[in-house]
């Protein structure tokens, strides 16, 4: 290993350590330590990618790497027990089917209409920029259309035949669809025969608590890991990523910023009556760790914790939205990103898009937000059913690739954020909502005991 690379790795052990000091030290708040971390990974990154050639900045990043994603398959870990845990625990504690109805009907109906604005926003900013105009496609040739099949075959395979293949698979959407038919079959017999579900109900809600005090432990780590991720992110790419495509990279920033503070604080404020200033700084350590992490699922934990803890929602409430959120709410993975993509391909291409080629990325789109992976890239799947159900070039996906990881931070923090928003909303409608205590926090620090 060359000197320059010891002395970087240096430099890295000696943040790891600096981190650890100022969370003794100092007392700073969770988001401000994961904040400093972000800071500090960028400039180590940009650090190694200015001043080591790419053999050796391969070398350091293997270490990066074993901090950053180290962190994030300890999240992943979490995912198995926490999510079927969380959301059969959550129907439980709904007293009968009616309240069941209630809860979920409000929910998926809010994320259907936050889906459906995501979609239309990004169709609007992204042909106002005019994203992908001039795009040198070189020897791309634009691929048929296939068939809508596809995009009902993708949906067959939401449903769970197969549970544990699933599960072993990380397929989270069979195990959230089995773990809901759990949670609705048992809320059913509690009603006829509550005495028989009694154990049953002892028994997840002893499992959620073991989960809830791993998944505490974990969280302790962010700052360490998001100091790792950023800092291989941008040693591997330095600023260039956006270079000849930096309309696209604005255009997903700025669609999402609006579906954050327009339309999530426009629900806030007209729905739930809540300070927008005020939930923005509650939410604020989730969404910084979905932006580092872009993982909405390895979020989940922390999402949880957020809407129970500062959000002041009630669990049963969080435990339903919080999952059911994680893996159907990806207003910016499946709406705003395949809407701007689209965009991008028909400008690219020089494709004239028709009336009902507009209505169908948005219906698609739809489609692709209460579907697309939570997990890192998962948005391209659903990216590429879009395009080849409108009849654009698939081409295009590859072609925004490189900044991937830049605008997927900013789709990871709109889709947390929609959850969070969701389970305001939906607690408040429900009586959930302790507006009280919310109101009287100072936001010094997550609870991390």
């Keep these: 290993m060359s000197s320059i690379a010891i002395l970087w790795l240096g430099v890295f052990l000696v943040l790891?350590?600096?981190?650890?000091?100022?969370?003794?030290?100092?007392?700073?708040?969770?988001?401000?330590?994961?904040?400093?971390?972000?800071?500090?990974?960028?400039?180590?990154?940009?650090?190694?990618?200015?001043?080591?050639?790419?053999?050796?900045?391969?070398g350091i990043r293997k270490w990066l790497s074993l901090v950053g994603y180290g962190y994030v398959d300890l999240l992943k870990m979490l995912i198995l027990p926490l999510v079927p845990a969380s959301i059969i625990s959550g129907l439980l504690k709904l007293s009968d089917t009616s309240e069941l109805k209630t809860m979920g009907v409000r929910t998926i109906s809010l994320f259907l209409f936050t889906a459906v604005l995501a979609s239309i926003i990004g169709i609007v900013i992204a042909s106002i920029l005019g994203v992908g105009s001039g795009v040198v496609v070189g020897e791309l040739k634009p691929r048929e259309a296939s068939s809508v099949v596809d995009l009902f075959s993708q949906f067959r395979s939401f449903i769970p035949s197969n549970p544990v293949k699933s599960a072993v698979d990380m397929k989270i959407i069979p195990l959230v669809v089995f773990s809901i038919f759990i949670g609705v079959a048992a809320v059913i017999e509690s009603g006829k025969n509550s005495i028989k579900i009694e154990p049953f109900k002892a028994f997840i809600d002893s499992f959620l608590v073991i989960v809830t005090r791993l998944t505490k432990l974990v969280i302790k780590l962010t700052p360490y890991g998001v100091l790792g991720l950023t800092s291989y992110w941008l040693s591997n790419s330095g600023l260039s990523a956006i270079r000849g495509l930096a309309l696209f990279v604005v255009g997903i920033i700025i669609a999402c910023l609006i579906q954050v503070f327009v339309v999530y604080g426009g629900l806030l404020v007209t729905t739930a009556k809540v300070n927008p200033i005020r939930f923005f700084r509650a939410a604020s350590p989730a969404m910084l760790l979905a932006f580092t992490s872009?993982?909405?699922?390895?979020?989940?934990?922390?999402?949880v914790s957020t809407m129970i803890d500062r959000l002041k929602i009630k669990p049963r409430v969080a435990n339903f939205v919080g999952p059911i959120g994680a893996v159907m709410n990806m207003d910016a993975c499946g709406g705003i990103f395949p809407a701007v993509v689209s965009i991008f391909a028909a400008n690219a291409f020089d494709i004239e898009l028709s009336t009902l080629q507009y209505i169908l990325i948005v219906v698609v789109s739809v489609f692709a937000s209460v579907g697309s992976a939570a997990v890192p890239m998962g948005a391209t799947a659903f990216t590429i059913v879009t395009l080849t159900t409108v009849g654009l070039p698939v081409e295009a996906v590859g072609l925004v690739s490189g900044v991937d990881f830049l605008v997927d931070m900013f789709r990871t923090a709109t889709n947390v954020t929609g959850d969070l928003t969701a389970s305001v909303v939906v607690g408040n409608s429900l009586g959930e909502f302790d507006r009280e205590a919310f109101e009287s926090q100072d936001f010094k620090d997550v609870k991390e005991a």
């Design 16 to 58: 790891l350590l600096g981190l650890g000091l100022i969370k003794s030290k100092t007392g700073l708040s969770f988001s401000t330590r994961v904040f400093i971390s972000m800071v500090l990974g960028i400039a180590l990154g940009l650090g190694i990618y200015f001043t080591t050639d790419v053999e050796v900045a391969g």
């Design 294 to 303: 872009r993982s909405s699922l390895g979020t989940l934990t922390l999402t």
